[in-house]
């Protein structure tokens, strides 16, 4: 088996393979197109070189080399490995040095961060490509491999510590259909857009793997998508399914909405906890229902999710079929009352298999078959799982469990307030007391909204769920993948 085939040839062999695969910018591949071009890249990467389970990394814009590259690799047998474009210096020199990868394809406007990474690792800018596969077939016969030979890595966001590569394996990939196909009805000639870069697991899984082996067409957008851009692409190529997160489904109502964003047959949210105002005010404007879901890195796929089936604004969702979720107290005993907090574990067919070079961590997450996400769930008793923050975010304020996100979804119900992050900070008692920033819209007066905000959260909140004092930031600190970093706001 392989991977890169699972993926492409259904079309092929279904004769599908004239239909288009990719559009980005006016460029239209065909699935034999870039089932040939991906050959070409397999057959490039082998003469460089590169030997079977070798990874090769890609710090690479959306676009049709990079998929066509990431297939490429997996189809030589070797493992593809996409880094963030937006990666801070060290870390991209951890992911250089710690994945003792041989070459890399990069963007031009990023060879200065590679170069000032110190790595040394062979580099293929990505405006020589043609160059560099001139000499290459388009012809090449795919690598046998096992289940359970590593196909990509994926490197985690570094929120509790240096990125970890999560390795996963050929046998995981065809999963990545499931939900694309039986849920968002995603079929051939449907087109599917992300705003979310495919260097992150979601719309890797649900795009690249599980869009393309649909038979999909994925629409990709080169640069970093704001709300204009993601407008313009919505508007002018008409998907069927759009994926994005919720502080860009936020900043979309702050805009005119376009006919086309009627036009989608549905949303998909996931990356962050979905605020269920959020959620009901995009229903409301766009006509078209809004499915929030939890995935990660070490998944590769969603595995809680909203369904057409069975949807509620506010929750997470439900696990899917094929993953098994629980709750489990700090002591390792099964949650099974109705609304109370745990730990979220996890076990679906296409977890991770291990960190790269990273065995006791491996052994902390992965316990029988069983992933521990570091998310803090509740389940309600009609079975629905709601997010209360990641167990290292939870507050203990008087005693009592505070979940971050409550507070926060809270406070962005409040006009005039564009984002908002509860902490716990110690005060000079050196007693836990909560602590809100937010990020005021232009044009506000940070005095009168800091009232409305202590006024809404004592009107729908305990009070010892309600932050004493509101701090104004121009910015919330956040990981490159755009994730908060709470510790530098605990941090004061």
Known sequence: MNGADDILRPSVAAGRGDCPALLCDGRVLSFDELDRLANRFGNAFLAAGIERQQPVLFLLDDGPELVAAYLGAMR?????????????????????????????LAEPALLGLVAESGAAIRVWPAD??????????????????????????????GTTGQPKAAV????????????????????????????????????????????LRAGATLVLHRGWPDAAAAAEVIERERPAVVLSV????????????????????????AGERLPEELCRRWMAETGRPLYEGIGATEALFLFIANTP????????????????????????????????????????PSLFRRYHNRPENTAAALVDGWWKSGDVFTVDAEGWWRPQGRSDDMIKVSGQWVSPGEVEEVALTVPGVADAVAVGQSN??????????????PGQNETALEARVVEALRGKLAIYKCPRTVRFLETIPRTATGKVQRFKLREG
């Open 309 to 348: 089936a069975a949807t509620r604004p506010g929750a997470c969702g439900r696990p899917l079929p094929w993953a098994e979720a629980r709750l489990l107290a700090s002591d390792g005993s099964a949650i099974t009352a109705p609304d109370t907090a745990g730990d979220l574990w996890v076990r679906m």
């Open 168 to 211: 996963h394996v050929h046998g995981s990939l065809a999963l990545g259909e499931r939900h694309v196909r039986e849920n968002l009805g995603v079929g051939p000639g449907d087109r599917i857009f992300s705003t979310s870069k495919l260097f992150f697991a979601y719309p890797l899984g649900h795009c690249l793997i599980g869009g």
């Open 76 to 104: 030589a047998g070797l493992v593809s490995v996409a880094l963030n474009t937006r990666l801070a210096v060290k870390d991209l020199a951890h992911a250089l040095n710690d994945s003792g990868a041989t070459l890399l």
């Open 246 to 269: 919720p502080s860009l489904y936020r900043l979309l109502l702050n805009t005119p909405l376009s006919g086309g964003f009627r036009g989608v047959r549905c949303y998909v949210s």
């Open 428 to 441: 000079a008692d050196g007693l836990i007391r909560l602590m809100l920033y937010a990020v005021a819209e």
């Open 128 to 157: 020589q490509l043609d160059e560099i596969l001139a000499g290459a077939s388009d012809e090449l016969a795919s690598a046998e491999m096992a289940p359970e030979d590593t196909a990509l890595w994926m490197y985690t966001s």
